[in-house]
């Protein structure tokens, strides 16, 4: 579990399913991932399971949900997945856009960051983000990534941006 004056980060459960639902459905938040919005409770519960809950048992890490202590809810998740295409592991972030423009992911990813790279060894985590995703453009600049090259990913252009230790 990490925490930071706001927000809980901890490893999701079934008990989650109806906010990964949430996450994962509005077109707004998925519009630059490359993935179409999730359309049922099943279907979130068939990818939360073969998503961060595998990674969890498989890397010993995953995306993480979001909880937002004053409302004791989960608003998102904030997370590195390790991406077998590219042999590296990635920070993700989603929110509810009701949460968009407070600094949350910023807040959440800094100890994520901090947390891949010290307590699980990770030399370089990358994201990869759509050109037009301006917000997250800003927030991996926040987190001082460094912007490398552009690659496609699930159909798509991104860029990559890196974290090494310094």
Known sequence: MLETPRLLMRPF???DVDAFWAMNADPAIVRYTGQDPITSRAEA????????????AKYGYGRLAVVHKESDRVIGFCGIKHLPEFSLPELGYRLLPAFWGQGL????????????????ALAKIIALI???NIGSIKVAEKLGMARKE????AGMPVWCYASEPR
């Open 130 to 132: 759509h050109p037009d």
């Open 150 to 153: 552009q690659l496609r990913y």
């Open 13 to 15: 459960t079934l008990d």
């Open 45 to 56: 519960e068939e990818k939360l399971i073969a998503a961060p809950l595998a990674d969890y």
């Open 105 to 120: 992911i910023t807040e959440a990813a800094r100890p994520v960051l901090a947390h891949g790279h010290q307590e699980l």
